[in-house]
T-cell receptor, first 115, second 112 residues
Framework: NAGVMQNPRHLVRRRGQEARLRCSPM?????VYWYRQLPEEGLKFMVY????????ESGMPKERFSAEFPKEGPSILRIQQVVRGDSAAYFC?????????????FGNGTRLTVT | SQELEQSPQSLIVQEGKNLTINCTSS?????LYWYKQKYGEGLIFLMM?????EEKSHEKITAKLDEKKQQSSLHITASQPSHAGIYLC????????????FGTGTRLKVLA
C-alpha cells in the first residue's frame, strides 16, 4: 500500500535551469497539495490540484512556477529559471478529500539546491 | 487568516522524562492534526482530533483538543530517543478555503 511518492529526493540545479518535481499521490487520493519548507521555517502552501484542475494556486509565485496534475501520471511542480532563493524542501501531500476529516498524507519531499 | 503557533519552539529532555507541546490557533479550531517529521524526511501523520475535549493516544503520545481555548496539546510520556524530531500541528481548511495550515514546529531532542 504505497504512500505518497516523490522524486527525485534530491535535485541540484544551476541558476537559470529548470527544476521538475514529481509526485504520485496515494492510491485512491485525487487531491494533491504542494508545500515549500525553508530551513527553520514552517510549511508554506503553494498550490492545490485535483485531476486536470488547479483549484487554488494562491501560494504560488506569479512567475516561473507552475503545477499540473494530468489525467494520467504524476503531479508535476515546475520551476523555470531557478534562482538561489528557490532552494528549499518541496513536499507533496494527498488526501481523498479536502474536509476536516481528511488529513494530508505527505511524501518524503524533494530537496532542491540551486548553485 | 488562521495561524497556528507552537510552543516551545525547541525542547531538549533527558530520556524517560515527560514533555508537553502546545499548539494555539488564532481562530476557532474545527479539527487538528499532529505530525512528526524526522530530520530530512517527510511528515508522518500521528493523529487527528475532531471534537472539543477529544483525547487520543498513539503508543506513548497523547494529544488533546480544547476548542474553547483554541488549543491542542501533545504529551509524550517517558520519552525515548526515537521520539526525537519535529512535531507539527496542522488545521483543516476553513470553510470556503482549501488550505491546510501548519504550525512552525517544535524541535524535540531526547538525550540518552
Amino acid at each position: 500500500n504505497a504512500g505518497v511518492m516523490q522524486n527525485p529526493r534530491h535535485l541540484v540545479r544551476r541558476r537559470g535551469q529548470e527544476a521538475r518535481l514529481r509526485c504520485s499521490p496515494m492510491k485512491g487520493h485525487s487531491h494533491v497539495y504542494w508545500y515549500r519548507q525553508l530551513p527553520e521555517e514552517g510549511l508554506k502552501f503553494m498550490v492545490y490540484l485535483q485531476k486536470e484542475n488547479i483549484i487554488d494556486e494562491s501560494g504560488m509565485p506569479k512567475e516561473r512556477f507552475s503545477a499540473e496534475f494530468p489525467k494520467e501520471g504524476p503531479s508535476i511542480l515546475r520551476i523555470q529559471q531557478v534562482v538561489r532563493g528557490d532552494s528549499a524542501a518541496y513536499f507533496c501531500a494527498s488526501s481523498p478529500g479536502s474536509s476536516y476529516n481528511s488529513p494530508l498524507h505527505f511524501g518524503n519531499g524533494t530537496r532542491l539546491t540551486v548553485t | 487568516s488562521q495561524e497556528l503557533e507552537q510552543s516551545p519552539q525547541s525542547l531538549i529532555v533527558q530520556e524517560g522524562k515527560n514533555l508537553t507541546i502546545n499548539c494555539t490557533s488564532s481562530k476557532t479550531l474545527y479539527g487538528l492534526y499532529w505530525y512528526k517529521q524526522k530530520y530530512g524526511e517527510g511528515l508522518i501523520f500521528l493523529m487527528m482530533l475532531q471534537k472539543g475535549g477529544e483525547e487520543k493516544s498513539h503508543e506513548k503520545i497523547t494529544a488533546k483538543l480544547d476548542e474553547k481555548k483554541q488549543q491542542s496539546s501533545l504529551h509524550i510520556t517517558a520519552s525515548q530517543p526515537s521520539h526525537a524530531g519535529i512535531y507539527l500541528c496542522g488545521a483543516p481548511p476553513a470553510s470556503g478555503t482549501y488550505k491546510y495550515i501548519f504550525g512552525t514546529g517544535t524541535r524535540l531532542k531526547v538525550l540518552a
